[in-house]
């Protein structure tokens, strides 16, 4: 086909159009500047130096995926050159990155520019039409609205380079729905609104074929695909189906055949995409099959169209929103060191991956991949890399994923971009919109033909503009953050590169090495500008804090990501230099350094630095914080002139301790200037200053660790150095004078020194290091020098205190104790220590010298002296701790118990010590016997000590001797105590109670003690105890007159009456008195005179159950005429609160005795009252009342609860009635067994079992099936069909049958025939037997447990039998006890029944 005019038309256009004709562009969008003389289209498409150009396209390689690192997964730069001259590979424009949302965005948006002006362009001169699809590959085509398709070259002019059909073929065609370019970009398919496809010739222009008879008529090609075959491509219809397309050529002649690979009618597809190889993998095993991947509405299908066509997958989507856009998308990937297809396809928000591998037979095996969930629907899936997705969703805007962590990298907007939609084309408008609902509702949000991915690039077509977007490198993503000075997060983020943790990482090559050395290069770059923009921004005016704070700020970051990268010369050089320009910089970089020092980050530092360092600190008056610095630097790097000078002068010990050692190999000099600080003070005898004591302590852990073999403060001291430095200490410890004689300096001033300052903690560094002098013959001398240096000092001198000196023979026994043990030391000397110690002259310090005598013999210091002489010797000094630890070691248990009670610290330890004695296993019985007898000895002592504990002791070890322990306690109230531990079970203690049940004396004695020291207590004991005598205790509570407590002894032995007498008598004594008092207003006696009168009502109440009604009324009556005499006295007060009071315990009384006195009773013995009796009725009128009051109200409650409980039982009984009288409805019209129907009308008469489950059977049958059983003259029917499954169903018991299985039928119902013979006597008729069966009484017992209690039927008749009961009050004598209203917990149940269904 010759080139059409309106091509012509077009290239014409594109050299003479100028920009004030085109009306139609519009300058903001397409950010075309106001000039004077606007130029020409063409200035416009081959301008290279605008500054505000987001997007070069310079090469058609720039989309090739040749340059992709398969095993990494990363890709290359994505600038190459067109003709090869590498000059054009350094060629670059400074993006502006105004399209980017997200600071140090992961990927650039571009628009192109020159494409977007000639399509717009196009629009207006020639009529092409709004664009409708677009491809890349090495090449750029667009496909319009009037059947053209433009072809752009990716120079960087971006040039119109071909114009393909015509507008009069496109209103023939339609609009160009498809575009698809062969993989060597020779030739271009185009795919029509109406159905036709042509393909061009991308060299010269030509028209190759075109296609009219591919698919069937009237629907719209959706997609037109290329596979890796030039001669094969795939289409799809608006119509769901997909057609391989064959080009031939025979004798010069094109053709195309087409196959079906798939019907609509089966399912709509309205998706696919073939798998296409790269270059490099063209031998890749895969490509035998030419796999196609296809997505309808439903599922999603790959098959194979080589060698012969195959399905290898079906995987359906599952529920999904049905205006969801199904997606497809292949890549190559990287799998355990081999390449491999995946395929991603999504219907929604969930993503599926699969991998497709070939394994050695030939057969493709699929493996599903962890699924990627969103929150969002997708309207494009578009691999960018091997590893990174850019996924469109319905709300236009870009999410960039990685696909291995999942992690969502950014987010870009691209609503701006305005989308072109495929809409019209699935909806197949063109041809008169003839496509299923399902297919137009997915179209909404199609936009299948509008993005197109190329080589690491993805276009994306708008209605006036084509929109680019690539992964930045990893430069240009660190140089974006730089521009916006946000050098936190671009070194952060070039660290990243840096361990490789980063993601959607581009232009990274080599190995591992190689990449970090090119990005460490590029953050110490990075780390420079960051200096200087820290010297640039600081504030030059304002407060010193403001500019402390900004440096602050900013310095620990360099010198994190200066350590981190292992540049320390970049640290102390270029940085340390720039910073120093500023005093405030310099001053604040190096006390950044400290935590560095400190946590051995930086263990080095250039002299230099150091010297600055320890100039700031010392003018800072910071001397703490260099001594901890010192002690963690290399020595190489510190100036010891400099450094010593100010140790001494501001006493940095341990930095001068650390000095030295480190740096001359000198461990005596600093423990002779220590000495120094704390040597003259204790010489005097002055007490030492706080920091004295903390340069004493530092002394004793130095000379400790030299003496170890490790260095002060940090570390170890170097092996060869470890005896030299052991044979230092010793020999400056031992010496007889030191350096610096002063004129009054005893002998061994160090050792002497270090005793005065902390005897037990210096001796416990020499018991240390004694550990380690085993093979040495040299140290053994040197322990033997210093002992006898230590007796020397401490023996012959009286300073020191008895501890002191304790501590010292406590050391020397226990290395005497030691088997290996080459020591001597005079046995004299011991027995000296021990008169010292145990002198009777000597009262000071008794507790002191008792326990350095103590620890001096636990130490093994016994095998130093006579233990008959020690065990004297402590016995007069009263040191009984040292008794009991010499008659422990002789075995002599039981001379242990006076050295407790003798021990006026230790007494209550005795009883844990008998106790333990007693009870713990591995002592003789011997033994245990003369502990226990010397206890009993002792007992009346022990008790006194404390009683509880001494009850405890009784109550496990000694409760059979209860009573001769009591006997010889002459103190009572000892014994009380004792006892009320003892027998008191609130304590909780654990007694032998039948020793206690065989002797009630000890209760009994108790309860006599326990009247005359706790009255209140006596009635709570006796309702817990059982062991008294009732006889006895009723006895002692008399003579002690505790009324109370009679009483409470009288119900318990059954004589109520007598109780009754005793209560009564109290409760007139306490109204006599509450009568007497009354005008005074005697609160308390009336309060008491209640308390009283309730436990009397109570008294009555419990008893009366037991009583007739003669004996009821001869305990409630009285008690009434008490209460009314009462009342009778303040007759002529009756106004007054006493009158009130009393009237209410009338009424109190009258309430509590209606329940057992008969209510005629009570008002007959009212009336008969002299003081009622002879009065107007007015005055027993609000007696009367009330006591009608309070019939009325429980004669109401009474009828209320009847009428309730009837109406309950009546609608209950009238649902189940319903329930089980409801008809069957059978399933079938045959016999379950015989299958065959029963017959509704027949001669004769034949029985039908129909069952609940719908089964119905023949009498017969189920006979013949052992399903029937008969018992108590019925039978039994068991469902055959529904047990059949249980195979031992027919041998269990029937009444488990009828409990756990609902096979047994609800009504056993015996159906006769309606209809008789005509000659049989119809009298003979039997009607149809309705009975009441097994299951139908399960569900009755089932609804009646549900209200549990007693029987309603009982409840009823108890109501109206009391109803009618007139003549014995509201409740019948002889059936009170046995009442159910009489129960604590008797409760009405009104809830109503479970529901029944109908």
């Known amino acids: 086909m010759a080139e059409s005019p309106e091509t012509r038309s077009l290239a014409s256009a594109s050299s003479q159009l100028n920009l004030a004709e085109a009306e139609g562009i519009d300058d903001k969008e397409f950010d075309i500047p106001q000039v004077d003389t606007p130029p020409t289209l063409e200035s416009i498409l081959n301008e290279t130096e605008d500054e505000d150009e987001s997007f070069i396209l310079e090469d058609p390689a720039l989309l090739n995926m040749d340059n992709i690192d398969t095993h990494s997964g990363e890709t290359s730069s994505l600038a190459s050159s067109d003709s090869g001259d590498r000059t054009n590979l350094k060629r670059r424009k400074k993006a502006s990155d105004v399209s980017s949302s997200v600071p140090g965005s992961v990927v650039r948006r571009s628009v192109l520019k020159g494409v977007s002006a000639q399509v717009v362009s196009a629009a207006d001169r020639v009529d092409a039409?709004?664009?409708?699809?677009?491809?890349?590959?090495?090449?750029?085509?667009?496909?319009?609205?009037?059947?053209?398709?433009?072809?752009?070259?990716?120079?960087?002019?971006?040039?119109?380079?071909?114009?393909?059909?015509?507008?009069?073929?496109?209103?023939?065609?339609?609009?160009?729905?498809?575009?698809?370019?062969?993989?060597?970009?020779?030739?271009?398919?185009?795919?029509?609104?109406?159905?036709?496809?042509?393909?061009?010739?991308?060299?010269?222009?030509?028209?190759?074929?075109?296609?009219?008879?591919?698919?069937?008529?009237?629907?719209?090609?959706?997609?037109?695909?290329?596979?890796?075959?030039?001669?094969?491509?795939?289409?799809?219809?608006?119509?769901?189906?997909?057609?391989?397309?064959?080009?031939?050529?025979?004798?010069?002649?094109?053709?195309?055949?087409?196959?079906?690979?798939?019907?609509?009618?089966?399912?709509?597809?309205?998706?696919?995409?073939?798998?296409?190889?790269?270059?490099?993998?063209?031998?890749?095993?895969?490509?035998?099959?030419?796999?196609?991947?296809?997505?309808?509405?439903?599922?999603?299908?790959?098959?194979?169209?080589?060698?012969?066509?195959?399905?290898?997958?079906?995987?359906?989507?599952?529920?999904?929103?049905?205006?969801?856009?199904?997606?497809?998308?292949?890549?190559?990937?990287?799998?355990?060191?081999?390449?491999?297809?995946?395929?991603?396809?999504?219907?929604?928000?969930?993503?599926?991956?699969?991998?497709?591998?070939?394994?050695?037979?030939?057969?493709?095996?699929?493996?599903?991949?962890?699924?990627?969930?969103?929150?969002?629907?997708?309207?494009?899936?578009?691999?960018?890399?091997?590893?990174?997705?850019?996924?469109?969703?319905?709300?236009?805007?870009?999410?960039?994923?990685?696909?291995?962590s999942q992690e969502e990298l950014e987010i870009v907007d691209i609503a701006e971009v305005q989308l072109v939609y495929n809409s019209s084309h699935f909806k197949s408008l063109a041809t008169g919109g003839n496509v299923s609902q399902a297919l137009a509702l997915v179209g909404e949000k199609a936009c299948y033909q509008s993005v197109s991915g190329y080589g690491g690039q993805i276009i994306y077509l708008g209605t006036k503009s084509v929109h680019v977007i690539t992964l930045r490198t990893w430069r240009e993503r660190v140089d974006y953050l730089l521009k916006q000075e946000r050098f936190i997060e671009a070194l952060s983020l070039a660290w990243s590169f840096h361990e490789g943790k980063a993601k959607a990482v581009v232009g990274l090559f080599g190995d591992q090495s190689k990449r970090k050395g090119v990005v460490a290069d590029r953050m110490a770059e990075i780390l420079l500008q960051y200096a200087d923009r820290a010297l640039k921004k600081c504030p030059e005016q304002g407060k010193l804090q403001v500019m402390e704070q900004h440096f602050e700020d900013m310095v620990p970051v360099m010198v994190d990501y200066c350590l981190l990268l292992e540049r320390i010369d970049l640290l102390f050089g270029q940085i340390y230099n720039k910073l120093s320009e500023i005093s405030v910089a310099k001053g604040v970089f190096l006390e950044c350094l400290e935590p560095y020092i400190l946590n051995d980050?930086?263990?080095?530092?250039?002299?230099?630095?150091?010297?600055?360092?320890?100039?700031?600190?010392?003018?800072?008056?910071?001397?703490?914080?260099?001594?901890?610095?010192?002690?963690?630097?290399?020595?190489?790097?510190?100036?010891?002139?400099?450094?010593?000078?100010?140790?001494?002068?501001?006493?940095?010990?341990?930095?001068?301790?650390?000095?030295?050692?480190?740096g001359m190999n000198d461990?005596?000099?600093?423990?002779?200037?220590?000495?120094?600080?704390?040597?003259?003070?204790?010489?005097?005898?002055?007490?030492?200053?706080?920091?004295?004591?903390?340069?004493?302590?530092?002394?004793?852990?130095?000379?400790?660790?030299?003496?170890?073999?490790?260095?002060?403060?940090?570390?170890?001291?170097?092996?060869?150095?470890?005896?030299?430095?052991?044979?230092?200490?010793?020999?400056?410890?031992?010496?007889?004078?030191?350096?610096?004689?002063?004129?009054?300096?005893?002998?061994?001033?160090?050792?002497?020194?270090?005793?005065?300052?902390?005897?037990?903690?210096?001796?416990?560094?020499?018991?240390?290091?004694?550990?380690?002098?085993?093979?040495?013959?040299?140290?053994?001398?040197?322990?033997q020098r210093i002992v006898d240096i230590l007796l020397t000092v401490m023996v012959e001198n009286s300073d020191f205190t008895p501890s002191q000196v304790g501590c010292l023979f406590?050391?020397?026994?226990?290395?005497?104790?030691?088997?290996?043990?080459?020591?001597?030391?005079?046995?004299?000397?011991?027995?000296?220590?021990?008169?010292?110690?145990?002198?009777?002259?000597?009262?000071?310090?008794?507790?002191?010298?008792?326990?350095?005598?103590?620890?001096?013999?636990?130490?093994?210091?016994?095998?130093?002296?006579?233990?008959?002489?020690?065990?004297?010797?402590?016995?007069?000094?009263?040191?009984?701790?040292?008794?009991?630890?010499?008659?422990?070691?002789?075995?002599l248990y039981d001379k242990i118990i006076p050295c407790y009670l003798n021990d006026p610290?230790?007494?209550?330890?005795?009883?844990?010590?008998?106790?333990?004695?007693?009870?713990?296993?591995?002592?003789?019985?011997?033994?245990?016997?003369?502990?226990?007898?010397?206890?009993?000895?002792?007992?009346?002592?022990?008790?006194?000590?404390?009683?509880?504990?001494a009850a405890e002791l009784v109550a496990v070890h000694f409760s059979t001797e209860l009573q001769v322990i009591v006997n010889q306690l002459e103190d009572q109230h000892l014994v009380f105590r004792l006892l009320q531990s003892l027998l008191d079970s609130s304590d909780g203690m654990q007694v032998n109670r039948e020793v206690l049940q065989l002797n009630p004396d000890i209760h009994e004695q108790y309860l006599d003690l326990l009247c005359q020291y706790d009255p209140h207590r006596v009635i709570d004991f006796l309702r817990v105890s059982e062991y008294y005598r009732l006889e006895e205790a009723i006895q002692i509570a008399e003579n002690h007159k505790l009324h109370e407590a009679s009483a409470f002894l009288l119900e318990k032995k059954g004589d109520v009456h007598a109780a009754f007498v005793v209560l009564l008598e109290i409760l007139k004594h306490k109204l006599s008195l509450f009568t007497d008092g009354a005008r005074e207003k005697n609160e308390e006696t009336g309060q008491a005179a209640e308390s009283t009168l309730e436990e009397t009502i109570a008294l009555c109440q419990r008893n009366s159950h037991s009583l007739n009604q003669q004996q009821r009324e001869a305990l409630w009556f009285p008690l009434l005429e008490a209460v009314m005499s009462a009342q009778k006295l303040l007759k002529d007060g009756s106004s007054s609160p006493a009158f009130e009071s009393l009237k209410h315990l009338t009424k109190q009384v009258l309430n509590s005795m209606t329940g057992f006195i008969a209510l005629p009773s009570i008002l007959q013995r009212i009336l008969q009252d002299p003081m009622y009796g002879k009065g107007k009725l007015g005055e027993i009128q609000t007696l009367i009342l009330g006591m009608l009051d309070t019939f009325n109200y429980e004669q109401t409650l009474l009828e209320t609860t009847t009428n309730l409980l009837n109406h309950d039982l009546h609608w209950s009984l009238c649902n189940l009635r319903g329930a089980v009288s409801r008809g069957l409805n059978p399933k079938q019209e045959h016999c379950s067994v015989c299958l065959q129907q029963y017959k509704r009308r027949q001669e004769g008469i034949e029985e039908v079992i129909v069952f609940s489950c719908g089964h119905i059977y023949h009498s017969q049958c189920l006979q013949s099936k052992d399903c029937g059983v008969r018992t108590e003259g019925q039978t039994q029917w068991t469902c055959y069909k529904c047990n059949s499954s249980n195979k031992g169903g027919r041998h269990r018991d029937l009444g488990s049958e009828v409990n756990k299985s609902r096979n047994t039928s609800l009504a056993q119902i015996k159906v006769t025939s309606a209809y008789y013979s005509t000659s049989g006597n119809p009298d003979n008729k039997k009607p149809t037997e309705v009975a009441l069966e097994p299951q139908q009484i399960q569900a009755f017992d089932q609804l009646r447990r549900l209200y549990r209690g007693p029987p309603r039927l009982a409840i009823l008749t108890e109501l109206s039998r009391n109803r009618n009961s007139d003549k014995q009050g509201l409740f019948h004598p002889g059936s009170v006890a046995n009442s159910v209203f009489q129960n604590e917990n008797f409760q009405l149940r009104l809830s109503p029944p479970p529901v029944i269904e109908d």
């Not at 095996?365 to 969103?374: G, I, M």
């Not at 008794?846 to 013999?857: G, K, Y």
């Not at 002489?869 to 040292?882: G, W």
């Not at 009870?919 to 022990?942: C, F, Q, R």
Request: glycine share 4%; aromatic share 8%.
């Open 129 to 404: 039409g709004l664009p409708t699809a677009v491809v890349v590959s090495n090449v750029i085509a667009v496909g319009t609205s009037h059947g053209l398709a433009l072809v752009f070259g990716k120079d960087p002019n971006q040039a119109l380079r071909l114009c393909l059909g015509s507008t009069a073929v496109g209103a023939q065609y339609g609009a160009v729905s498809a575009l698809s370019i062969n993989s060597d970009c020779t030739r271009l398919l185009c795919g029509f609104a109406k159905g036709q496809i042509t393909m061009w010739d991308l060299a010269n222009g030509k028209l190759l074929r075109t296609i009219t008879d591919a698919h069937p008529p009237g629907t719209a090609i959706l997609h037109i695909k290329f596979t890796d075959d030039p001669t094969t491509a795939i289409c799809n219809d608006s119509g769901g189906s997909v057609f391989e397309l064959a080009f031939k050529r025979v004798m010069g002649v094109r053709s195309c055949e087409s196959r079906c690979l798939f019907s609509g009618a089966k399912g709509e597809v309205c998706c696919i995409e073939p798998l296409l190889v790269k270059p490099e993998l063209r031998d890749h095993p895969i490509t035998q099959h030419a796999l196609l991947a296809m997505a309808s509405l439903t599922k999603v299908m790959v098959i194979g169209l080589k060698p012969s066509l195959k399905v290898w997958l079906t995987f359906p989507y599952g529920k999904a929103n049905p205006a969801s856009v199904p997606l497809l998308s292949w890549q190559f990937v990287a799998v355990q060191s081999a390449v491999t297809p995946m395929l991603a396809f999504c219907r929604g928000d969930a993503i599926h991956f699969l991998l497709v591998k070939k394994d050695e037979s030939g057969a493709i095996h699929v493996s599903k991949q962890k699924q990627l969930h969103l929150h969002y629907d997708l309207i494009n899936l578009t691999w960018i890399n091997s590893r990174t997705l850019a996924l469109l969703d319905s709300a236009e805007k870009l999410h960039v994923v990685d696909r291995h």
């Open 810 to 891: 406590t050391f020397l026994a226990r290395q005497l104790a030691k088997p290996d043990s080459t020591l001597f030391v005079n046995r004299m000397l011991f027995d000296q220590v021990l008169e010292f110690l145990c002198s009777p002259d000597d009262e000071s310090r008794h507790a002191e010298r008792q326990q350095v005598l103590l620890e001096l013999l636990q130490a093994g210091g016994v095998a130093q002296f006579d233990e008959n002489r020690l065990t004297a010797m402590a016995e007069k000094a009263a040191f009984y701790q040292v008794c009991e630890f010499m008659y422990e070691k002789k075995q």
């Open 601 to 662: 980050k930086l263990p080095s530092i250039t002299p230099l630095v150091m010297k600055d360092l320890l100039i700031h600190f010392q003018d800072r008056d910071m001397m703490e914080n260099i001594e901890a610095c010192i002690v963690h630097m290399d020595i190489t790097s510190l100036d010891i002139q400099q450094v010593v000078h100010m140790c001494w002068e501001h006493c940095l010990y341990d930095a001068m301790i650390y000095v030295y050692n480190r």
């Open 905 to 949: 610290v230790r007494k209550e330890e005795i009883f844990n010590y008998v106790h333990n004695m007693l009870s713990i296993p591995g002592y003789s019985a011997e033994e245990k016997e003369s502990v226990w007898n010397k206890t009993m000895e002792h007992i009346k002592d022990l008790v006194p000590i404390n009683p509880s504990k």
């Open 667 to 783: 461990y005596i000099t600093p423990m002779e200037k220590l000495f120094q600080v704390i040597g003259p003070p204790l010489r005097a005898g002055k007490s030492l200053s706080d920091e004295q004591v903390v340069m004493g302590n530092k002394l004793l852990v130095y000379i400790s660790c030299c003496l170890a073999g490790r260095a002060y403060p940090l570390g170890n001291i170097p092996e060869d150095l470890v005896p030299l430095v052991k044979h230092q200490v010793f020999e400056f410890l031992i010496r007889l004078h030191s350096t610096e004689v002063a004129s009054d300096e005893e002998l061994h001033p160090q050792i002497r020194t270090l005793l005065h300052f902390d005897t037990r903690e210096f001796l416990n560094v020499l018991a240390l290091t004694f550990e380690d002098f085993k093979n040495d013959k040299q140290a053994v001398e040197h322990q």
